[in-house]
Every structure is written in structure tokens, then in C-alpha cells.
């Protein structure tokens, strides 16, 4: 039943996978985030933008099945994505299973139970390019 369950839901990924797209068509830093990091990275990304730096923005609203096809649009356009996180990586790790494009894919980790900042993010991809 589990099994049959699981390919049910993995055959409908396109109808149930849910994502917000920000600032992604000219966007060569994407900050690709779920869950309570977004709304750093979401102000990460806008003050990048004030200062001219082509970011944007992947939210993922789903995170099984992951949304493939975004992914994999994001990391054939970006130079680099930043996947921020209050874990030690685990989706920056299956996002790096879809980079087939040379996109360099960063983390930016946070676990010690504190929101990780705009700040923390815009470092990460500073000491990452």
C-alpha cells in the first residue's frame, strides 16, 4: 500500500507541487527556500536588488514531491542559488541531485534554533562565489 501510495503521489508531482516565483527572469542569484527561511531570503533578495545584483527567488510550498522542474529551471538560468535552511542542508543536498547545468548551489545553515537573518544569507553567498 505504502508503495503504491508513493508512485500515486511522485506521478502527479506537476499537480501537486507548489512553488512562488520572485524577480526569476533575469535573476543569476537565486535563493531557492521553504518554510520559515523565506522570509529572510526574501529580504535578502530585495536588498541585493537595491544594490543592483540580479536576485530572485524559488519558494518551495511543497517539499515532497520537490518540485523538479522549477528546480532544474532555476539551476539552467542562475549562476548560483542559495539554499538557506535551519538544518545541516538536507534539501540544498537534493537540490544538488538536479544540477546537471554547473549552477553553483550554496548553503546557508542554521541549527541552533534561531531564525537565520538576511544578513547570515547575503555572507553565505558572498564567501560562497
Not at 11 to 27: E, M, N, Q, V, Y
Not at 62 to 90: C, D, F, H, M, Y
Request: proline fraction near 3%; charge should be neutral; glycine fraction near 6%.
Amino acid at each position: 500500500m505504502t508503495r503504491y501510495l508513493t508512485n500515486k503521489i511522485e506521478s502527479h508531482t506537476d499537480d501537486i507541487c507548489l512553488t512562488k516565483k520572485f524577480h526569476l527572469d533575469d535573476a543569476e542569484v537565486v535563493f531557492l527556500t521553504y518554510g520559515c527561511s523565506t522570509r529572510s531570503a526574501m529580504s535578502a533578495m530585495e536588498q541585493l536588488r537595491r544594490e543592483g545584483v540580479k536576485a530572485g527567488l524559488l519558494q518551495l510550498q511543497t517539499v515532497w514531491p520537490l518540485p523538479e522542474k522549477e528546480i532544474r529551471q532555476v539551476l539552467a538560468s542562475a549562476k548560483t542559488v542559495v539554499v538557506p535552511e535551519l538544518n545541516l542542508g538536507q534539501i540544498a543536498g537534493e537540490i544538488r541531485k538536479f544540477n546537471d547545468y554547473g549552477c553553483s548551489v550554496i548553503q546557508a545553515n542554521r541549527v541552533d534554533g534561531i531564525l537565520i537573518t538576511p544578513k547570515q544569507i547575503i555572507d553565505a553567498w558572498k564567501e560562497g562565489r
